[in-house]
């Protein structure tokens, strides 16, 4: 999809992604929200398209009144056979305007969704302010590194040595930053798969789904990708959408739904492909399974009352940690900066992982808390009573599978280039203990 197709995409959408309200209200907050996000400071075109819009639709409504109140008098005129020439001429120049005025209004309205789709949500009071990554605050730190008495081997030389990673038939296959796992490590990925989807099942009550891989711009759109990140996902020739991530159809079941609060909350799990340009990336982690256009995730969603988002992304973020801990990984929990967070999020917890070869922390999972900027997008909205309003929406990884791998690979890696299997996996690998042709 081109990016005019976006655009006149966008364009017929009468949704709001913010309040407009509290724009109005209070727009210096949102100019510093705003400013605190990299963005930038529009509060004052937003309250000026918004009362231009406001005002048209007060001329509409108007037209329309007089253009039905004229048609009520023309049909008394001609029931008592009274000349209704001047005021059919009227309702002609009545109807004109009241195109006239229509064509302004969803004008207006385009231009205003347009400038409100390239905003990020709003932070969370207690999120750091900051530019980037460099500002993000470290909330714990979980389990020890292992010590090695070797250097350790980064994982591309180990998965190769073992001949279970090629990346050669994958840039033959498909290109660069994409992977062919074999073998035991294939199994692994399988095995992990499983074990995730396990454990947000029975451990914390998720609901497992099979999902599409590909989804409808209405989708991509709900959950902020399009149009602001069009770059960043790859599009079919029929206008259709290769996921980013499970979230994206997951979040967008409920679209255009009144959700009763009975039942909520909503919990959904699934395992997926994930399709990822990586338009920004050029020269970042080339080499190896960290940064590849395909790969694997288990991805959580919560749908929740707005008063429970917090509540929930604690939760959430608890069980993408409870699959770290079951592996035995040391990793940390980040709160991210204003100027780190993904675009559709107002609080998110990173989760990273160990990387012996690389001496450093990385990234395994994000969880977000996104409150009503989503759901106001699609329109998902729950009901108590004569209560209405948007719901909150929550997404996280628990995990991204090929970044498990290359933890597991690393640190448990063994002098003699074979990796042991973190004794939870084990009944997933066959009995397997070892990733090693003779560990069978």
């Known amino acids: 999809m081109k990016r005019d197709t976006l655009g006149r995409f966008c364009f017929f959408v009468e949704v709001f992604m913010h309040d407009i309200k509290a724009i109005r209200d209070n727009p210096e907050f949102f100019d510093v929200a705003m400013k605190n996000r990299n963005s930038s400071a529009l509060s004052s075109a937003i309250i000026d398209w918004d009362a231009k819009k406001r005002q048209v639709i007060s001329q509409l409504q108007q037209m329309q009144s007089r253009r039905n109140e004229i048609a009520s008098i023309i049909g008394n005129a001609k029931k008592q056979g009274k000349s209704t020439s001047a005021l059919e001429q009227e309702a002609s120049n009545v109807k004109q305007t009241v195109l006239s005025l229509e064509k302004k209004e969803s004008k207006l309205s385009s231009q205003l969704n347009e400038i409100l789709s390239s905003i990020p949500n709003i932070p969370l009071g207690d999120v750091p302010v900051g530019k980037d990554e460099t500002d993000n605050k470290c909330i714990r730190t979980v389990g020890d590194p292992p010590k090695f008495n070797f250097k350790p081997k980064s994982h591309y030389e180990i998965g190769e040595a073992l001949g279970m990673i090629d990346f050669s038939a994958a840039v033959k296959i498909s290109g660069s930053r994409f992977t062919v796992l074999k073998d035991q490590i294939a199994k692994l990925e399988r095995a992990l798969k499983n074990f995730m989807l396990n454990v947000h099942t029975q451990e914390f009550g998720y609901e497992e789904i099979s999902v599409p891989f590909l989804v409808n711009p209405e989708c991509m759109y709900g959950t902020g990708q399009l149009p602001k990140f069009a770059d960043d996902s790859f599009s079919t020739t029929d206008g259709r959408w290769l996921i980013p991530t499970s979230e994206v159809p ?27 340009s990586e338009a920004g990336a050029a020269g970042r982690d080339n080499r190896g399974m960290i940064r590849n256009h395909q790969f694997s995730k288990v991805e959580l969603v919560s749908i929740v009352h707005p008063e429970k988002g917090k509540e929930e992304l604690e939760r959430m973020t608890n069980a993408a940690e409870t699959i770290l801990k079951k592996l035995g990984l040391a990793y940390r929990v980040m709160l991210l900066s204003t100027g780190d967070m993904g675009f559709s999020a107002e609080k998110t917890y990173d989760l990273e992982v160990w990387i012996p070869s690389e001496d450093t922390y990385r990234e395994i999972s994000s969880c977000s808390l996104c409150g009503q900027f989503q759901a106001r997008r699609m329109s998902a909205r729950y009901k108590n009573g004569s209560e209405r309003g948007f719901v909150s929406t929550l997404n996280g990884s628990g995990l991204a599978i090929g970044r ?14 074979k990796v042991t299997i973190p004794e939870v996996l084990v009944p997933y690998m066959n009995g397997i203990r070892e990733l090693g042709k003779d560990g069978e």
Request: aromatic share 8%; with cysteine.
């Open 404 to 417: 498990t791998i290359v933890a597991i690979l690393e640190n448990y890696q063994l002098a003699n280039g």
């Open 250 to 276: 997951l979040t967008n079941m409920v679209r255009d739904m009144v959700i009763p609060t009975s039942k909520l909350p909503i919990r959904m799990t699934a395992y997926s492909a994930c399709f990822r």
